[in-house]
């Protein structure tokens, strides 16, 4: 059975969602925002830090006014608020725009890319990240599984800041004990995460038959981290 990315994020009716980390955001940003517009919802779709312009679906608002948001849910989609382009990245609106779109339009829901991680299976935030608006419900944390393996300095985003974070050497490669204590860290994968937002764990790039064992070993580690209320494996993993 098929299980939609609402059920696995255990959606509500009114949620701001907040992705973070690296290894698939935009991909999953893009499927639920298609998977809800398909149910009838009305889903804003943004980044607070820089997405590529090929990326960017639905019908294009140039503005973060919440009255000009408002006329874009006419046409049919997604309504996706950019702030800027220059032929191959768009800007998004700053955070606090985010907060007052989801506090002052009828979007259902909205959803932002929060973070950047330039195409790279696992990163740690540099002081300016993650970019999360203060009234996100809920942020979901994506890392790839197929970091694992692979030298840490090939595989990260900010290699010296995941090896400051797990202890792993930038030539050793990655193990899902070094994925699990990078997701779990209060300056990594939990970094800025608003008080009352629920946290999910979303792995993706698992391949049927191969990775189980590692995993099993992530997720218990992750299921002992008070803060992490859910985890999540993204298919083609199942």
């Given at each position: 059975?098929?299980?939609?990315?609402?059920?696995?994020?255990?959606?509500?009716?009114?949620?701001?969602?907040?992705?973070?980390?690296?290894?698939?955001?935009?991909?999953?940003?893009?499927?639920?925002?298609?998977?809800?517009?398909?149910?009838?919802?009305?889903?804003?779709?943004?980044?607070t830090t820089k997405l590529?312009?090929?990326?960017?679906?639905?019908?294009?608002?140039?503005?973060?006014?919440?009255?000009?948001?408002?006329?874009?849910?006419?046409?049919?989609?997604?309504?996706?608020?950019?702030?800027?382009?220059?032929?191959r990245k768009v800007t998004?609106?700053?955070?606090?725009?985010?907060?007052?779109?989801?506090?002052?339009?009828?979007?259902?829901?909205?959803?932002?890319?929060?973070?950047?991680?330039?195409?790279?299976?696992?990163?740690?935030?540099?002081?300016?990240?993650?970019?999360?608006?203060?009234?996100?419900?809920?942020?979901?944390?994506?890392?790839?599984?197929?970091?694992?393996?692979?030298?840490?300095?090939?595989?990260?985003?900010?290699?010296?800041?995941?090896?400051?974070?797990?202890?792993?050497?930038?030539?050793?490669?990655?193990?899902?004990?070094?994925?699990?204590?990078?997701?779990?860290?209060?300056?990594?994968?939990?970094?800025g995460v608003p008080d009352?937002?629920?946290?999910?764990?979303?792995?993706?790039?698992?391949?049927?038959?191969?990775?189980?064992?590692?995993?099993?070993?992530?997720?218990?580690?992750?299921?002992?981290?008070?803060?992490?209320?859910?985890?999540?494996?993204?298919?083609?993993?199942?």
């Open positions: 059975m098929n299980v939609s990315l609402a059920e696995r994020f255990d959606l509500g009716d009114h949620e701001l969602v907040a992705f973070v980390g690296a290894g698939g955001k935009s991909t999953l940003l893009l499927r639920l925002g298609a998977e809800l517009v398909a149910g009838g919802r009305r889903v804003i779709l943004t980044t590529g312009l090929d990326q960017v679906t639905g019908t294009v608002c140039r503005s973060s006014d919440p009255v000009e948001v408002e006329a874009c849910f006419a046409l049919p989609g997604p309504v996706f608020v950019v702030s800027t382009e220059d032929g998004g609106p700053p955070p606090e725009d985010v907060d007052h779109l989801f506090a002052e339009s009828t979007a259902n829901h909205v959803l932002v890319e929060a973070d950047g991680a330039r195409g790279r299976s696992i990163k740690a935030p540099d002081v300016h990240e993650p970019v999360i608006p203060t009234t996100a419900t809920l942020v979901v944390v994506v890392a790839s599984l197929n970091a694992i393996g692979l030298p840490l300095a090939e595989a990260a985003h900010r290699p010296e800041l995941v090896s400051a974070l797990s202890g792993l050497n930038l030539t050793a490669p990655v193990g899902p004990e070094h994925v699990a204590a990078l997701l779990a860290h209060p300056e990594g994968g939990l970094k009352q937002a629920r946290v999910v764990v979303a792995l993706t790039g698992g391949k049927p038959g191969g990775r189980e064992e590692a995993v099993g070993l992530i997720c218990r580690r992750l299921e002992l981290v008070p803060r992490i209320g859910g985890i999540t494996l993204i298919p083609p993993f199942e």
